[in-house]
């Protein structure tokens, strides 16, 4: 029997995630269609995490609009979901007149664009605010609005409280054929399954464009950049401060320094131009982020580097979102080309093209027992050693540490199993609870984490998968 929904969101990131969540406000039926194993495969899961302040982007765009709105609403969503954030600043860092010079253009466009608390700053309080910026560095633009947040886990708190009240996730769902009725749209996957909707929201990252194509629009046109990264452990995390960014050029806001909310240090990204998905890392890459961090700071400590990886970003033609119903296509909304500063800008997105779009096509009738509050997946570390007890007392498997670098339990993995959206291979464990992120990589816990995954979903260990079908961890029995 078809599934049928008033509405379905393809693409499970944190712009189809912080969409389904606010859709479940109201009295819809609604679901999420994301083609991997998993959400917050995508752009969403490789990413620098920044909260942006709002002053890149050029005045009466999008970008700009949403951006500031996006930043203004940060600290109580993430709240509400208890997913980590922390405003820690921004600063722009110049090197000579003309950067300076730069800095001030980016002052007056950050004021157009409603930004506050921006201030430029000499070189003795950017060395005050910053111990180990270079000595070459001679002046700051500094954004105290600001922040940091892990864009994985705002994807999953998201999509996680929508399911919490009512709406559905259908992962797996690769979307290769729709069709296009007087009521809406049939859509069907790789697997053989189908939905009808009446409303679909294009949220597919990289492949949005060829997702509104199979709806019967080809007017988007969506390109690609790889960025990559290096990740130092939390052992270098004082390191720096604030997220520490060189001017901007016509290529992008370039190489960043930053904490992250976990206590690492994150590297990058650089952007390279491709045609495909292809997340490789490359020595190149690799060795650009080092020459542009080192002549950014002093006394980088690459010793600590625990991983590299790289994410692909998805950019409109227009250089700006694509925030629209379709002109061709009635109950098709595109929202394309969401790079950065897409995450920032997520929650005042959803929240726009809910009740500027969807309120079009049906009456919004709010929820009496919505509950937008959500317990992260990871509460567990944070509790004193009082508390802590207690919940043992009740459930013993908060006391068996399974991840030693970041002290996970077991109960902690579980509750990632059991929640939702469900973590059903040994990476969706990682981005919820953190383990297999720490200084040994999952040297140690990965085969205890497969253990408890087998155990709870109750399949072979064989069955178990790095990140879905293909990427099984066991190949065999030997005793």
């Known amino acids: 029997m078809k599934n049928i929904y008033d509405v379905a969101v393809i693409g499970g990131g944190v712009i189809g995630g912080t969409i389904l969540r606010e ?17 917050s495969l995508g752009q969403s899961r490789a990413n620098s995490g920044i909260v942006h302040a709002g002053f890149d982007a050029m005045p009466n765009t999008l970008k700009a609009k949403f951006n500031v709105l996006g930043n203004k609403m940060m600290k109580d969503y993430v709240k509400d979901l208890g997913v980590k954030y922390q405003n820690n600043g921004s600063l722009v860092i110049a090197f000579n007149e003309r950067e300076m010079q730069t800095l001030e253009e980016l002052l007056e466009r950050g004021k157009k664009n409603g930004v506050d608390g921006l201030e430029i700053i000499g ?11 270079s000595k070459n560095a001679i002046g700051a633009l500094w ?35 729709a ?3 007087d009521f809406g749209f049939n859509l069907y996957s790789q697997a053989g399954e189908s939905v009808f909707a009446s409303v679909v929201i294009n949220c597919a990252g990289l492949g ?27 052992e270098s995390g004082d390191f720096a401060s604030h997220t520490i960014f060189t001017t901007p050029t016509e290529k992008g806001k370039g ?27 490359t020595l190149d890459g690799l060795n650009s982020i080092i020459n542009q961090a080192k002549l950014m700071s002093e006394n980088l400590p ?49 929240k726009f093209v809910v009740e500027e779009f969807v309120a079009k096509k049906f009456e919004l009738v709010k929820k009496q027992n919505f509950n937008g509050k959500r317990i992260a997946d990871n509460w567990f570390k944070n509790l004193s050693i009082e508390e802590k007890n207690s919940v043992i007392t009740k459930d013993k498997a908060y006391g068996n540490i399974i991840c030693r670098c970041e002290q996970v339990t077991e109960g902690e993995i579980v509750h990632a199993i059991k929640g939702n959206p469900p973590a059903r291979t040994i990476d969706a464990v990682k981005r ?33 998968t790095k990140s879905g079908q293909g990427s099984e961890i066991l190949m065999g029995r030997t005793k």
């Open 208 to 234: 949005s464009g060829e997702i509104a194509k199979l709806l019967g629009d080809e007017s988007l046109k969506i390109g690609a950049r790889k960025g990559e990264y290096i990740l130092l452990d939390r």
């Open 432 to 464: 919820r609870t953190r383990a297999g992120m720490g200084r040994c990589q999952s040297g140690f816990c990965q085969s205890r984490v497969a253990e408890i995954l087998a155990r709870e979903l109750e399949i072979d260990i064989l069955e178990v």
């Open 23 to 39: 859709l479940s406000k109201y009295q819809l039926n609604c679901v999420l269609l994301e083609k991997g194993s998993d959400v």
């Open 255 to 281: 190489i960043l320094i930053s904490n992250t909310v976990d206590g690492n240090i994150i590297l990058g990204p650089t952007a390279e131009q491709i045609l495909d998905d292809n997340t490789d890392t």
């Open 302 to 350: 690459l010793y600590n580097t625990i991983t590299s990886f790289a994410g692909v970003r998805a950019y409109s033609s227009s250089g700006d979102f694509v925030i629209q119903e379709s002109c061709s296509v009635s109950g098709l909304i595109n929202v394309a080309g969401i790079e950065s500063p897409g995450l920032t800008s997520a929650p005042a997105i959803a």
């Open 143 to 177: 954004a105290k609005t600001g922040g940091i947040v892990c864009p994985y886990e705002l994807t999953i708190a998201s999509i996680g409280n929508a399911m919490d009240n009512g709406a559905s996730l259908l992962l797996d769902f690769n979307v290769i054929r």
């Open 123 to 133: 070189k003795a309080k950017l060395n005050e605010l910053e111990p180990n910026i």
């Open 179 to 181: 069709d296009k009725g």
